[in-house]
């Protein structure tokens, strides 16, 4: 996950996809303080490989574990709780 793309990379199985991601707000592309992930429906197990941080260009990167054969869907919330960390910068164009 960066910004408000979702990418999904296959390491070895049938290929991934991403079927229809929601996005209420970007992750931001600066200090991002207690990101977490929970997962609330499916039968694979999700952890947080990486968290967003400059080091990775704000990138969040999920493991998804499935071992069980045939497609199935999995969902999955993120949330960045409180405020993130960022200069303000001048107001937009008009």
Do not use: W
Not at 10 to 31: H, I, W
Not at 33 to 51: C, D, L, P
Request: proline share 4%; charged share 25%.
């Amino acid at each position: 996950m960066r910004g408000d793309g979702i990418f999904v990379r296959t390491l070895e199985g049938s290929r991934s996809r991403d079927e229809g991601s929601e996005c209420s707000q970007a992750l931001p592309y600066n200090s991002v303080r207690g990101f977490q992930i929970h997962q609330t429906a499916g039968r694979s197990r999700v952890v947080m490989a990486q968290e967003p941080t400059r080091m990775n260009n704000y990138t969040a990167m999920l493991l998804i574990e499935d071992n069980q054969g045939g497609r199935r869907h999995l969902f999955v919330r993120s949330d960045v709780p409180g405020r993130c960390r960022r200069k303000r910068g001048p107001g937009g164009f008009f």
